[in-house]
């Protein structure tokens, strides 16, 4: 799984940085989630693997409402 989210991370050009800002709770979640050092949640692998399949979907989380 660490190895998945990077990949799914990387696939969207995301910078672990900005992922933690669109999806973490806290900063470095995702360094921790890919080092196998945290479990990322399960509803989190399942948005990044939607979002692998439909990308543009990724514009609607960047923009501030």
Do not use: N, W, Y
Request: proline letters at 5%.
């Amino acid at each position: 799984e660490p190895k998945t989210i990077g990949t799914m991370r990387k696939a969207l050009g995301l910078t672990q940085h900005k992922a933690d800002e669109l999806f973490g709770d806290e900063a470095g979640d995702f360094a921790r989630f890919e080092s196998g050092e945290a479990h990322a949640p399960v509803a989190l692998v399942k948005l990044l693997r939607l979002l692998g399949r439909h990308p543009r979907l990724i514009d609607e989380l960047c923009v501030e409402r």
